[in-house]
């Protein structure tokens, strides 16, 4: 049918209080039988054209057709052929798999036989059908994004609207979700993807990059990718580590972004700049550059006007941190921890030496927070050991803990509170008072830029700037060492490197940092990895040692999210036989 799609004229959407429209006269056609990315940085106005596009809210201005309906004037008959599954979906965690089912059915007066066999082929095409009785809170994020691609579904919607389905999901989970709809949008179905998981734009057959309310590009990610031909390197130097080198490289004006690769500087020139710019900067040592195939990625930094973040100021204002490189401060020493007959963490072993970041990755379910949350001092062992300097910290002394800071999964801050009086509350809890206190208070407040936002209660807050504040209140004391669990989750491409930039300028203080992360291209920072995956840490090195232990004949140079899946299938293909 010729209105099979979604149209969008001089669309425009402001809210009172914002110095620009969310979404600034955008101008686009969505067309069926695949996945159209709608991607961007934080504040682009993705959630906005989504929920607009639901009926959720109003345009100021301009036309809306969502296959032939406008959203507004015709919601019942558009909603009876939609799907939206928003970011935070509403599952029902105290219901079971099969009971949110059932409510969403009814949702949609799906009965009889009818219900039954929409149930049937739903539970197969998620593979969640052994788990029908399972409580949906008890799942794993990879399992509740199914059971909440499997809920919008209900019904046969012909268009689906997806706001950031992947956040918080590992790569294999997220390589699941993407076959499944890859495998709807082949029988026809309209499907709109917002992500800030570039990876996940590349997959896409078009892609609408928006920034600010306005649409920057539509087309094939391809077309955009090879404009950057030519202006990506990978940069090495014998003479100087690639945490310092990328802090150098930055700060000149012919770059436009970088980010660590493993033992490398992954470098984008800006447009018109040379290579030699860089190899003849005064005092940069003798540097190693090889181009190197650009990336999506590449593309949408660039075009954005690059990184805008090129030095962390925690740097000047955090103290350097004491002690022998090879200290070993951080240790887990068969560490198990049992939840009835169920071993979520079976007998790991790992150090982390001073001054060294360490990354825990694995699949949800892998039991990789279990083990970060003993390590903090947050979960008792049922056996085995977890040291922080040498203490066990279940039976070690508060004074230990005043050397940790750590930042929760989901922020463990007061959104009821200003951001001043969260600086305030954390920096209390640590033992600030007085002079001292509103001294680092007001260190903190410019390091992050807070002064203008001070007043403002925390719920209030964009994503990126939550992030900023939990990592400032998580530093108040100037820790030695650093617990970040997911830390970046849910954030864009451009506030994850900022906030790198501050990781990597403490370490160079001293500071120890143990993270965990989904983002793959988040653990080529980590100077070394431990993969854990079914309770076990099946695999541990530098992120180049674990990709050189994925490599074969069909990949030769995996990434560090092929060398991840790699690794656990054949985990999966040696233990076939014992599980």
Excluded at 231 to 245: K, T, V
Excluded at 370 to 395: E, I, N, R, Y
Excluded at 484 to 500: C, H, K, M, Q
Aim: charge should be negative; include cysteine; proline fraction near 4%.
């Amino acid at each position: 049918m010729s209105d099979a799609r979604i149209t969008l004229q001089g669309l425009v959407k402001g809210f009172a209080g914002m110095k620009k429209p969310a979404v600034a006269r955008l101008t686009a056609t969505v067309q069926p039988g695949y996945v159209t990315g709608l991607v961007g940085p934080d504040g682009a106005g993705k959630t906005t054209l989504m929920r607009m596009l639901a009926g959720l809210l109003k345009p100021d201005e301009g036309k809306i057709e969502v296959i032939g309906y406008d959203p507004v004037a015709d919601s019942g008959a558009l909603h009876a052929v939609l799907g939206y599954m928003p970011q935070k979906f509403g599952l029902y965690e105290d219901l079971t798999v099969m009971e949110n089912l059932t409510l969403y059915a009814d949702l949609r007066s799906v009965t009889g036989e009818a219900r039954r066999q929409t149930f049937d082929r739903l539970l197969a095409f998620t593979s969640l059908g052994p788990f029908t009785d399972r409580l949906a809170g008890k799942l794993s994020g990879g399992m509740k994004q199914k059971l909440g691609l499997a809920c919008t579904l209900v019904g046969d919607p012909k268009v689906l609207l997806l706001d950031e389905p992947g956040v918080g999901v590992d790569p294999i989970s997220r390589r699941e979700l993407w076959k499944m709809v890859h495998a709807l949008a082949g029988d026809g179905m309209l499907i709109l993807w917002s992500t800030s998981y570039l990876d996940e734009a590349e997959q896409c057959r078009d892609v609408l990059l928006m920034n600010e309310g306005e649409l920057l590009y539509q087309g094939e990610p391809k077309a955009l990718t090879d404009t950057m031909r030519g202006r990506s390197f990978l940069l090495s130097s014998p003479q100087e580590n690639n945490r310092r080198l990328l802090q150098r490289v930055l700060k000149l004006p012919a770059a436009s972004d970088g980010m660590i690769q493993g033992r490398s500087v992954r470098l984008i020139l800006r447009k018109d700049a040379s290579a030699d710019e860089f190899r003849n900067a005064p005092q940069m040592p003798p540097l190693e550059m090889v181009e190197t195939e650009p990336r999506f990625e590449d593309a949408f930094i660039d075009l954005l006007g690059g990184a805008d973040t090129r030095e962390s100021p925690l740097g000047a204002i955090l103290h350097a941190v004491e002690g022998s490189k090879d200290e070993a401060v951080i240790e887990a020493r068969q560490l198990t921890k049992k939840f009835g007959d169920f071993a979520a963490t079976d007998c790991v072993d790992f150090s982390v030496r001073r001054g060294e970041i360490f990354g825990l990755l694995g699949p949800n379910g892998a039991g990789k927070s279990t083990t970060f949350k003993m390590m903090c001092g947050l979960l008792v062992p049922t056996a085995g050991q977890a040291l922080v300097l040498g203490t066990d910290l279940k039976v070690g002394s508060g004074k230990t803990r005043q050397h940790l800071g750590y930042m929760a999964q989901k922020f463990s801050l007061y959104g009821n509170l200003t951001v001043e009086q969260n600086l305030r509350f954390f920096s209390g809890i640590y033992g600030l008072r007085g002079r001292a206190q509103r001294a680092k208070i007001a260190e903190m407040s410019e390091a992050f830029e807070f002064q203008d936002i001070a007043h403002h209660t925390t719920d209030a807050l964009p994503l990126g700037f939550k992030q900023r504040l939990a990592l400032a209140c998580s530093l108040m004391h100037e820790p030695d060492i650093l617990f970040l669990d997911e830390p970046t989750s849910g954030v864009d491409p451009l506030t994850r490197r900022e906030f790198w930039l501050h990781i990597n300028s403490m370490v160079d203080k001293g500071v120890t940092v143990m993270v965990t992360t989904h983002f793959m291209d988040e653990a080529e920072y980590c100077d070394r990895i431990g993969l854990v995956y079914r309770g076990k840490l099946i695999a541990s090195g530098t992120p180049d040692a674990l990709k050189a232990q994925a490599a074969d004949e069909t990949i030769a140079d995996p990434t560090m999210e092929q060398a991840f899946i790699a690794l656990i299938q054949d985990w999966d293909k040696e233990h076939a036989d014992v599980r």
